[in-house]
């Protein structure tokens, strides 16, 4: 039999590459290899349609099985990559078996950052990354009351929203002094956190968690350092995810939190490709390394890395953008706001339908959009472009972008 492309790990960006290859006209075998006992599924629904009910798992797929038999993407579940060897073009799996490749993807993802502190052991303290633990959460959610939620980024916002909408009584603590603040502007953080705190959900800011205390090795509350408890009888943690790039690092990928790629998805060895949450890149910045954790940039650098395969060239170079549902509130982000000298508001803020842009020495970084998905596209299609509107412009409702998109 021939040997195949190879892609460790089936989630959206391996699923992108398989995809990919065939519609570049690779009509070689492609081979994709997951741990998880699924086909490739779509993530984000997790800790919101999905835990809510509302989206069955079938929804999830990435692709229906019978679309993958008729593209001859084969795909091994419940398999885990545990060596590869560069020298013989093999990789070994957890059970022993040895298989043969032409060529290498990585898109191993990441896991969720456990949490440093006695007590995160205990039975019904939960993380989310995957399906299985999605249902672990359903299960746990449907018996418990007193939820307390670590962590005020997307996933602990989501999670907190969705278990509200069921009814839970919910404590949020956060250890900065903002929501999402390594993403959003302190006006983003401000409006969601007056909606949860409206929606009913207790948050504290700079609550830095130093202890879940438990009993019968089930937790029933957490501390904070600075002296509070909050009684739990769910626990569930969100602080962040973890790059699995231990394979990489052992064939000696050059890795920096993550492997690292550039646009067209090529790693420190030009015959492997990488693609996803488990690589990073360089940003414009002197020291900015980007890790973007989102489907855009599973998909894009999976297309990319798909071509580079084919010794094609497809480079990555969109402005990023993501998403984040909250109740109904829609935030979307587009560009990258670090280091933004100015902001100009679109909207007002009590119509709850408004835009930050942000600007550097006048020129368009980019803006989060909280229920205006025009505007959203707007900024990227103005970002892609390299063009851009002035705060004046930005804050003039009647002032259209496509005058500038034209
Ligand atoms: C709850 C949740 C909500 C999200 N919401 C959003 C959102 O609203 N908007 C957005 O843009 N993004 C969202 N994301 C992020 C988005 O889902 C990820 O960016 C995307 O899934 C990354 O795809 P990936 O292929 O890089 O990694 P993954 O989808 O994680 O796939 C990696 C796969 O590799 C497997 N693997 C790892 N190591 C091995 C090995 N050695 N052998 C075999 N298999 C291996 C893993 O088990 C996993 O299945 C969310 C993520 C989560 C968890």
């Known amino acids: ?225 600075d002296g509070h408890s909050y009684p739990a009888d769910l626990v569930i943690v969100g602080i962040g995810i973890v790059p699995n790039s231990e394979l990489a690092q052992a064939i000696g990928l050059e890795c920096h939190n993550g492997i690292i790629v550039d646009v067209y998805s090529h790693t420190s060895n030009r015959d492997i490709v990488a693609a996803g949450d488990c690589t990073v890149r360089k940003g414009s910045a002197p020291d900015q390394w980007l890790r973007l954790e989102s489907v855009q940039n599973a998909v894009e650098q999976g297309k990319s890395a798909a071509a580079s395969l084919l010794g094609r060239e497809r480079p990555f170079t969109a402005a990023p953008w993501f998403w984040s549902d909250q109740y109904e509130v829609k935030l979307q982000m587009a560009g990258l706001s670090a280091g933004y000298d100015h902001t100009a508001l679109r909207g007002t803020i009590e119509s709850g339908s408004f835009s930050v842009f942000y600007f550097r020495h006048g020129k368009l970084l980019g803006a989060d959009s909280v229920n205006q998905p025009k505007e959203h596209m707007a900024t990227r299609r103005m970002l892609d472009k390299g063009v851009s509107p002035s705060p004046e412009q930005v804050q003039d409702l009647s002032f259209n972008f496509q005058t500038l998109l034209k």
């Open 1 to 225: 039999m021939d040997k195949p492309i190879l892609i460790i790990g089936a989630g959206q960006a391996g699923m992108q590459i398989a995809d990919s290859l065939r519609q570049e006209g690779y009509e070689g075998r492609v081979l994709m290899i997951g741990e998880e006992a699924y086909p490739p599924y779509q993530r984000p629904p997790l800790s919101k349609d999905f835990l809510a009910g509302t989206v069955t798992q079938e929804q999830l797929l990435l692709r229906a099985p019978d679309v993958l038999e008729r593209k001859k993407i084969e795909l091994h579940t419940h398999a885990r990559v545990v060596k590869i060897d560069t020298s013989a073009q093999r990789v070994e799996l957890s059970d022993g078996t040895q298989i043969d490749y032409a060529k290498l993807a990585l898109t191993t993802g990441c896991r969720a950052r456990p949490l440093p502190v006695a007590g995160a052991d205990l039975q019904n303290v939960l993380t989310l990354r995957t399906l299985v633990d999605t249902k672990t959460l359903a299960a746990a959610l449907a018996q418990a009351q007193n939820i307390v939620v670590i962590g005020g980024g997307f996933i602990g916002l989501e999670l907190a929203a969705t278990a509200r909408g069921m009814g839970k009584q919910v404590t949020l603590l956060e250890g900065a002094d903002r929501l999402m603040a390594r993403a959003v502007s302190p006006v983003i953080s401000t409006y969601f956190r007056d909606y949860h705190q409206a929606q009913g959900v207790h948050i504290s800011l700079q609550a830095q968690v130093q202890e879940i205390s438990g009993e019968a090795g089930k937790a029933n509350g957490v501390t904070t350092r």
